[in-house]
């Protein structure tokens, strides 16, 4: 219950980053441990209309945004994910979240050459949650393990140099079971796959979504808040549009709390309340779900 | 609580009158303790008629012995600004505050950081306190802001292919200039924008540019009217001496290597794709 507590606020800072929620909660796969509980029969949040999505972009340069993450979902589900790619790139840094099922030698070749187009970065950062196939396949479903690794190998081999995406999930499941640095068996298994400059991020996972909430739930207080540098919140300087509006975290576009202002970006700059768990785990592990 | 991060930003503070007036200056950012590029620096540049001499932060970290840096700097006319380096010592903070997220980049980050706390000198933390966050000028007539990372926030990083022009253009509406210049990043580039408007990341002379080359970068820039030119320059110094004091000092393998070889070995995880495809690692 969060009632009778005191929820502190994030100072708004100034609108850094812009997430797109592209293809709402529509994904071609159902990960045990995702946050936003996204599948193919989830239509919780819709596909986003094309011309909403140029919209948000028109007014994302207007206000000087920085760079642009498309997630969902499964961004490569929305049919015309690559043609507002090209033409995000034409102005902005851009990230991709995917799972990298889509990625064929078809759409592989399409994403070089919007790449080498663009005088901006593309980050495509592919998902995996375990070094071992069973163990993957377990949380993310039976044989992902090695599509995903062929789409990140695909990638690279076309020198896009992708981040593999990497969550805690076995360390949540299998506490006692977790090699002291996981990072390093990371490495090792895309050095594997001939892969020398391997760029990993690993991402704590929230307890929310399609994982149980924990029993003991722990929010932040405003005493927390008390000499914490608010920049250091993603809240402080992203945003999320989705289809429904704009949210103030790509964790919370599920909660009906974190939609803010009136659909327009700029009515979304004002402080957000930091009443969720995923709150805590932002402020106490210091984590971005940016790239860096 | 890291201060020194929080949005320092210039909406609205549009101080131009009464600032300087030149026609030719040299920038450099990044010393990095490198003391030997910087001396090697000072004491040829003269040739080259710069009216006045910018440092654009960071002037600790990376190499041996700070307090060399910091003295050369105090004693000469180069004028200079805070980095988030310079911030983070003067304040006695726990971390460097260079802004990264990955655990690689921060352990050798945190190897760094705590070897320039320990080696600064009460004296030069007093000093460093004193940095100003931007410094502004006239060149003939185009209006210059500085700043270490952004005008908003010192450990921005603006590398070149994650800097949009719309931002780049805001920045300079909400100074008021014509010419934003930076560092942070450590690679050196340049972008003439519409209006006349241009961005400079003039770079950095503590360590090189992930280019496999050993030497490092400074910036000229010249104007006449509102014409603009900006030359980067090699900086071409002894660093068999540099690799030999770090080897002393017990500084990590990995940084002697950037410096023997051109090609960065750490912070690799903050750079974007393009910047990172060019490098080795």
Known sequence: ?292 | MVEHLQSNRTRGQKKWEDVPVYNRVLLFGGVYSNYIALAHLLKNCSKMNAEAIFCLGDIGGFGPHPNKSYEYLRNTRVTTLAGNYDLSLSQGLDNCGCGYTDPRDNHFAQISYDYTLQNTSRSNKDWLITLPSLIRFRLADLKVLLCHGSPRRTNEFLWDSSSPDHLLHRFLEDSGADVLCFTHTGLKWYRQLEGNRHAVNVGVIGRPENDGTSNVWFTLLEATGKDLQCFFLPLNYDYSRLIDEMKQEDLPPEFIETIQTGWWTTCLEIMPFKERLRGRF
């Open chain 1, 1 to 292: 219950m969060i009632s009778n507590r005191e929820i502190p606020k994030a100072d708004f800072h100034d609108l850094e980053t812009l997430w797109i929620q592209i293809s709402g909660t529509l994904c071609n796969l159902s990960c045990t441990h995702c946050f936003i509980s996204c599948a193919p029969d989830n239509h919780a949040l819709p596909m986003m209309q094309t011309e909403k999505v140029l919209g948000y972009l028109r007014e994302a340069e207007e206000l000087g945004v920085k760079e642009i993450y498309f997630t969902g979902g499964e961004p490569f589900l929305h049919k015309n994910f690559l043609e507002i790619l090209e033409v995000t790139l034409q102005n902005f840094p851009t990230s991709i979240l995917t799972n990298g099922l889509l990625i064929n030698e078809n759409r592989a070749d399409k994403l070089t050459r919007i790449a080498q187009n663009s005088h901006y970065s593309l980050e495509i950062r592919v998902s995996l949650d375990d070094y071992e196939e069973t163990r993957n396949d377990s949380v993310r479903g039976l044989g992902t393990y090695r599509k995903v690794l062929s789409a990140y190998k695909r990638l690279w081999e076309r020198g896009l140099l992708p981040i593999l995406a990497v969550t805690e999930i076995r360390e949540y499941y299998s506490p006692d079971d977790s090699p002291l640095d996981a990072f390093e068996k990371y490495v090792e298994l895309l050095g594997s796959l001939g892969v020398l400059r391997p760029r990993i991020k690993i991402i704590p996972i929230f307890e929310m979504g399609m994982l149980p909430t924990p029993d003991s739930p722990t929010y932040i207080t405003p005493q927390m808040m008390t000499g914490f540098d608010h920049s250091l919140l993603q809240c402080s300087t992203s945003r999320i549009a989705t289809e429904d509006g704009v949210y103030s975290c790509p964790i919370l576009v599920n909660e009906e709390r974190a939609l803010i202002g009136d659909s327009t970006l700029s009515g979304s700059l004002a402080s957000c309340d930091l009443y969720h768990t995923a709150c805590t785990t932002c402020y106490a592990t210091g984590m971005t779900c940016k790239n860096y």
